[in-house]
C-alpha cells in the first residue's frame, strides 16, 4: 500500500484556519485519500475523503493536488475540540479488505 | 442514532488469564474490522468480517488472538493466555458494505491491561 507523510505535529490559534498536509508520492490511481481523526480517548471519527476532485463538507475541506501526489486538509476555523491527532490515509479500490492504515498522524494543538 | 458500542470499556488481566471483548456495530452494517493501538501509536489492523465471513485474519499477531461474527452482527475477540505485549486499547469499526469510499464508524475501544 502506498504511504503518507505528514509533520508530527501543529499548532493553531483557536478560531483561526488550519491546513494540515499529506504526502503521498507513490499513491496510485485507484487509491482514495481520506482523513480520520481521533480525539483525546476516543475511537478515530472519519473526517472527509475524495479521490481528484476537491470536497468539501460540514466539518473540513479537502484539497487534492492535481498530480495527486500530495492533500491538505483545512479546518476553516480551528475550536479547542479540534484538537486531535488526524491521519491521512490511502484506501486501494482495489483491496478487497479495505482496511484502514494508520501512520503516525499529526497531532494538533489548538491554542485559545 | 446508535454508534458502535463496545465493552467492557476496560478490562485489567493477570497474564496467563484469557478474555473477550465484544463489540456491536452499527445495525445492518455488513463489514466489521478490529484494530488494536498501542500507546503513543496509530491503529493497527487486526482483522475483517464481511457479514459472517472473516475475509482477512492476516494482522492478529498470534494464535492466542482469536475472532468471530457467528451471525453477522456482533462480534468477539478473544484473547488466550494474555501477555504484557497485549495490553492495547481495542477498537472495532463497521461500515455499511466494502468499499474504499465507505467511512468506518469506530466504537470508543477497550483498554486492555494486562498485570
New interface residues.
Given amino acids: 500500500d502506498a504511504k503518507t507523510t505528514q509533520p508530527n505535529s501543529m499548532e493553531s490559534n483557536e478560531e483561526e484556519p488550519v491546513h494540515l498536509p499529506c504526502n503521498h508520492s507513490t499513491i496510485s490511481g485507484t ?2 485519500i ?1 482523513w480520520y481523526r481521533q480525539l483525546p ?6 473526517v472527509i ?1 475524495g ?1 481528484t476532485s476537491n470536497v468539501n463538507n460540514r466539518m473540513a475541506s479537502l484539497a487534492i493536488a492535481e498530480d495527486r501526489k500530495s492533500s491538505t486538509l483545512i479546518l476553516h476555523r480551528a475550536t479547542l475540540r479540534d484538537a486531535a ?1 488526524y ?1 491521512c490515509i490511502l ?3 482495489n ?11 499529526t497531532r494538533l494543538m489548538v491554542k485559545p | 442514532g446508535a454508534g458502535v458500542s463496545q465493552s467492557p470499556r476496560y478490562k485489567v488481566a493477570k497474564r496467563g488469564q484469557d478474555v473477550a471483548l465484544r463489540c456491536d456495530p452499527i445495525s445492518g452494517h455488513v463489514s466489521l474490522f478490529w484494530y488494536q493501538q498501542a500507546l503513543g501509536q496509530g491503529p493497527e489492523f487486526l482483522t475483517y468480517f464481511q457479514n459472517e465471513a472473516q475475509l482477512d485474519k492476516s494482522g492478529l499477531p498470534s494464535d492466542r488472538f482469536f475472532a468471530e461474527r457467528p451471525e453477522g452482527s456482533v462480534s468477539t475477540l478473544k484473547i488466550q493466555r494474555t501477555q504484557q505485549e497485549d495490553s492495547a486499547v481495542y477498537l472495532c469499526a463497521s461500515s455499511v458494505r466494502q468499499g474504499p469510499s465507505y467511512e468506518q464508524y469506530f466504537g470508543p475501544g477497550t483498554r486492555l491491561t494486562v498485570t
Fill in positions: 487509491d482514495y481520506h480517548s476516543q475511537g478515530p471519527e472519519y475523503h479521490l491527532v491521519y484506501r486501494d479500490l483491496n478487497a479488505g479495505n482496511m484502514l492504515t494508520f501512520g503516525g498522524g
